[in-house]
């Protein structure tokens, strides 16, 4: 487990189509320091995705391979796909002080919760709508199979329920964009100022 004299950990937890990277964006506009984590994923990259901005693209084999070599801090399946959090991108920021976002799935999210002391993590869950409105948005974004949309409707079961373990609820529901940018940055520019004391 981390020391509590170390950095902050903000964990991002939503359903897709929630504006996760509308949130990220405008923190990391706002706080350039802030360490922002690539995950790793078996997934297929989607159009406009780029390896190692988004996600470490990896084959099911390779990221296997580096399950059992033990360079996760946490890792899960969800969907079909597998993604982990490596430790090369994770511990050593936290150890020097620095605040680290991540987005990241529930398993993910419970692992973390188990390693990271209370002090140093914040768990937010964005609220952005009942599914119809989210799989609209998603659509909006990117095609998707009917396959693909049966498998993030169950994740999306999942993770309505996990918003209980939240610390902080986000609303961006439609046309509240701007107030959700604003309360996240806000939430993350408090937490640099409580790392700096």
Not at 49 to 62: A, I, K, N, T
Not at 87 to 95: C, G, R, T, Y
Not at 105 to 121: D, M, S, T, Y
Not at 145 to 170: M, Q, W
Request: proline fraction near 4%; include cysteine; aromatic fraction near 8%.
């Amino acid at each position: 487990m981390l020391t509590e004299s170390a950095g902050h950990l903000i964990l991002l937890m939503a359903p897709m189509g929630s504006g996760k990277n509308a949130l990220k964006d405008a923190a990391k506009q706002a706080y350039p320091e802030i360490v922002f984590l690539v995950s790793c994923t078996t997934r297929t990259p989607r159009p406009g995705e780029v390896e190692g901005r988004e996600y470490y693209f990896l084959s099911r084999d390779v990221f296997m391979e580096k399950v059992h070599a033990g360079e996760f801090v946490e890792w899960a399946e969800f969907g079909g796909n597998l993604y982990g959090t490596l430790k090369s991108e994770i511990l050593e920021p936290l150890e020097e002080g620095r605040v680290v976002l991540n987005e990241i799935e529930l398993q993910g999210v419970e692992q973390l919760r188990a390693l990271i002391p209370k002090e140093n993590r914040t768990v937010v869950y964005i609220e952005a709508g009942d599914w119809e409105a989210l799989r609209e948005r998603a659509l909006k974004r990117a095609p998707m199979s009917d396959e693909e949309l049966e498998k993030r409707h169950a994740r999306y079961l999942i993770e309505r329920e996990s918003k209980k373990i939240a610390d902080v609820i986000i609303e961006n529901y439609d046309g509240g964009l701007a107030a959700a940018q604003k309360a996240f940055v806000d939430l993350v520019g408090g937490v640099i100022e409580r790392c700096k004391k």
